[in-house]
């Protein structure tokens, strides 16, 4: 259901794209913030348990501007880079975000991995570059190539010593690799939130400081591109596409990542790139190509093996597992059988000889 989610605000960008010449990705953002501040910041302002909206601000609103900061600049990134590089280096790239995620995972969540977590990522990320491989045999590569390097360039697509072209598929292989940090991020600090303290909390922050944040950067970026929108209902329907799909998205990933883990959700999602596909199959005339299946198979084989084997943390084993005992005792079971037992309270009680008398119950 994320990867659809993913999927609809991929198929709605790239219809204001290349339908409607609307490149406005921090407007498209600002719309989603937007909800999750009418929805999920009024809950929080609303809520009158222990912790309120006030509180919350005032012991954690530096670290929460800087969650907002990461998450808006990641959307930002992402989206900016398809307009310097191709779809196959953005979906090769991104995937960049998972090792970085699973390291943040280890030294902040302390979360501990076995071997076959780290095959399964390997086994997906073979998803991917097979994806990749069945875009560049479909064609898809170098007509994409060949129209965004006259629409930024102005040279051809056979033009490969241009210094302008190479410059610009840089900028967006640095966007990506930053977007997908930061993306690494937000999701590693939304784990932590969501199950150590809510999910509500965690939206409604974002969507407060997220909205702050996308309109300050909307007023100074794209100020002129919104201006030049020839404005009609065909545009407003996508807009609001769009925005309904990423509230859906921030919506429901808290719970999956509830009960999973970031690392696991990222895995999972990888699938949005093949619904994508399909999508443009009917939608924007792509070819098709049989390995497009095999992909998307080997990606969920992935996501399988890495969900069969559920992860541990530093903290659960160290505090866990009973301490020897001076008499080295061997046996953990017997071990853990004693400490259940509870030594027997002792009473002292004072006669009025001031004899003391013990006795043991």
């Known amino acids: 259901m994320l990867s659809l989610f993913i999927c609809g605000t991929a198929v709605t960008s790239q219809y204001l794209a290349e339908q409607y010449k609307v490149n406005t990705p921090m407007l498209q953002s600002f719309t989603n913030y937007c909800l999750l501040l009418l929805v999920y910041t009024t809950m929080l302002a609303l809520r009158t348990d222990n912790e309120s909206f006030l509180q919350i601000l005032k012991r954690r609103w530096w670290k929460y501007i800087l969650l907002g900061l990461a998450d808006v600049e990641a959307n930002y990134m992402i989206v900016k880079a398809y307009q310097y590089t191709t779809l196959t280096s953005v979906q090769l790239l991104d995937c960049f975000g998972i090792p970085v995620l699973m390291a943040l995972s280890w030294f902040i969540l302390r979360a501990r991995y076995r071997l076959i977590h780290f095959i399964a990522v390997a086994v997906c990320l073979l998803g991917v570059g097979t994806m990749v491989g069945a875009d560049i045999l479909a064609g898809r590569q170098e007509g994409e190539d060949s129209r965004r390097d006259v629409e930024v360039t102005g ?8 210094p302008a072209k190479r410059s610009n598929v840089v900028i967006g292989d640095v966007l990506v690799l930053l977007g997908a940090s930061l993306y690494a991020i937000s999701n590693v600090s939304e784990e932590y939130i969501v199950k150590n303290l809510s999910r509500v909390e965690f939206l409604g922050m974002v969507g407060l400081f997220g909205t702050i944040i996308s309109a300050l950067q909307l007023a100074i970026v794209e100020y002129r591109d919104i201006a030049r929108i020839q404005w009609n209902w065909k545009i407003a329907l996508l807009f609001m596409a769009f925005a309904l799909c990423m509230f859906g998205l921030y919506s429901f990933m808290p719970v999956v990542i509830k009960v999973t883990s970031a690392t696991s959700v990222n895995l999972g999602i990888l699938t949005a790139d093949l619904y994508s596909l399909f999508f443009g199959l009917f939608l924007f005339c792509y070819k098709f190509s049989g390995l497009y299946i095999l992909s998307f198979i080997v990606i969920m084989v992935g996501f399988v093996l890495y969900c069969s084997t559920s992860t541990w943390t530093a903290e659960t084993v160290s505090t ?30 004072v006669t009025q000889e001031e004899n003391g008398v013990v006795n043991s119950s």
């Open 320 to 349: 866990s597992l009973p301490q020897p005992a001076s008499t080295g005792l061997d046996n953990l079971g017997l071990k853990l059988e004693e400490d259940d037992q509870e030594p027997p309270a002792a009473s002292v009680q």
């Open 155 to 162: 040279c051809s697509s056979t033009c490969t010593s241009c």
